[in-house]
């Protein structure tokens, strides 16, 4: 994605490493489909980076969270716990094996699902009968959380893992936008039973699309290796065990992925000092807040999150727009949509607070100091203007 004139783009994947050459060596091998050993060497060192011992490239962050599922067996009659305040990703996945989401309200404190309030609707809506979580209202056996890590930041997983063991409830992260975020010093992904990452254009380190699941299961490895590859049972004959899926990741994909993964510290790095000039700029701005992650967690920002009130959200939106800056506003949320609107859904106060009042603001590698200035000067300005209040010098 390339700059046009003065706009300033919310993302652009930063690319000044080894991926070009790595590329055209696929490319001069005529290895750029599912087999090659870019596809190794980029599981090899995703695998090291994060921390658990097996990974499994895929075609994406979704294919990634449906695999998972499949993995543990979670389908028709099952339940999982789910924030309603994600992309939408994280719940179609659910649907597509027959599961239902059971959408949960976030901790504005860390953007994830709230220990408090999963706790609350457990102890509300649940019956705990021979070691098993049983809805009251719909008699379906709740199976598994699916925390999201927003932004770059970690949910309340620790707390999450706890509920998980005293329900006997799996874990799957979506770390989709956590690449190189940790948490106490480990790497988001690694405190359930999997963990699933998106490499998507716009993702800290990009493979144009792509995902990742990672383990430190054998047997869940093999299982989603097997499922993503059609269920295929040996390289030679056409002979399959199970209702398999096309989502291996391309070799020419994996190539980008290993050259990313050579010079990660050093783009999350230039993100977050450009956060850290959002948060010193802005510190003052009325009635508009950068957010920021608690200290126990090493964030990446991949996004930059900034609320404001809600009335004026819209408005801010399109004055940025109007002035050559993208933003984005947080998503709706999903428990609102038609085909989820029947699902069960705790109270979701804070959950629409923040999609009533988030907008992300450019965080990419490639801002120039000029850029972020610009980025600062006209949100100020805005709230100069809205909130009729002077800022200081």
Same mark, same amino acid.
């Given at each position: 994605m390339s700059k046009m004139n003065n706009y300033i783009p919310l993302s652009i994947p930063c690319l000044s490493g080894n991926e070009k050459k790595y590329v055209i060596e696929c490319l001069d091998s005529n290895w750029i489909s599912s087999v090659g050993s870019y596809v190794d060497q980029f599981e090899e060192k995703f695998s090291i980076y994060s921390g658990y011992r097996y990974a499994v490239a895929v075609t994406n962050g979704t294919a990634a969270l449906h695999l998972s599922l499949l993995a543990l067996n979670i389908g028709k009659n099952d339940e999982v716990f789910v924030p309603s305040a994600t992309f939408i990703a994280s719940v179609n996945a659910i649907r597509y094996t027959g599961a239902d989401p059971v959408f949960i309200d976030i901790d504005?404190? *860390?953007?994830?699902?709230?220990?408090?309030?999963?706790? *609350?609707?457990?102890?509300?809506?649940?019956?705990?009968?021979?070691?098993?979580?049983?809805? @009251?209202?719909?008699? @379906?056996l709740a199976r598994c959380i699916l925390p999201v890590h927003l932004y770059g930041h970690a949910c309340e997983i620790v707390g999450l893992t706890e509920i998980a063991r005293k329900y006997s409830l799996h874990i799957i992260e979506d770390a989709a936008e956590g690449v190189g975020c940790r948490l106490n010093g480990k790497h988001v992904g690694t405190f359930g039973d999997i963990g699933c990452f998106s490499f998507n254009g716009n993702k800290t380190i990009t493979t144009g699309g792509g995902g990742m699941v990672i383990t430190n299961q054998n047997h869940l490895a093999k299982k989603i290796r097997h499922l993503a590859n059609q269920a295929k049972c040996n390289d030679f004959r056409y002979h399959h065990d199970d209702i398999g899926y096309n989502y291996r990741m391309m070799n020419i994909?994996?190539?980008?992925?290993?050259?990313?993964?050579?010079?990660?510290?050093?783009?999350? *790095?230039?993100?977050?000092?450009?956060?850290?000039?959002?948060? @010193?700029?802005?510190?003052?701005? @009325?009635?508009?807040?950068?957010? *920021?992650?608690?200290?126990?967690?090493?964030?990446?920002?991949?996004?930059?999150?900034?609320?404001?009130?809600?009335e004026l959200r819209n408005k801010l939106s399109s004055f940025m727009m109007e002035n050559q800056i993208q933003v984005r506003p947080f998503w709706d949320l999903i428990h609102k949509f038609s085909m989820y609107k029947n699902f069960q859904h705790s109270r979701m106060e804070n959950s629409i607070y923040l999609s009533n009042s988030g907008l992300c603001i450019p965080c990419h590698q490639q801002l120039t100091e000029g850029e972020i200035l610009k980025i600062v000067n006209k949100l100020k300005e805005f709230s100069k203007d809205n909130f009729n209040l002077p800022l200081p010098a």
């Open positions: 504005p404190e *860390n953007l994830g699902i709230s220990c408090f309030e999963l706790q *609350n609707f457990i102890d509300t809506h649940y019956s705990l009968i021979d070691g098993q979580l049983i809805s @009251k209202k719909s008699g @379906k994909q994996a190539a980008i992925g290993v050259g990313q993964l050579e010079h990660i510290d050093e783009m999350i *790095n230039k993100k977050r000092v450009v956060h850290q000039h959002y948060e @010193k700029e802005l510190a003052f701005a @009325k009635d508009i807040h950068v957010y *920021n992650s608690s200290t126990a967690c090493d964030s990446t920002y991949w996004m930059c999150l900034i609320q404001v009130p809600t």
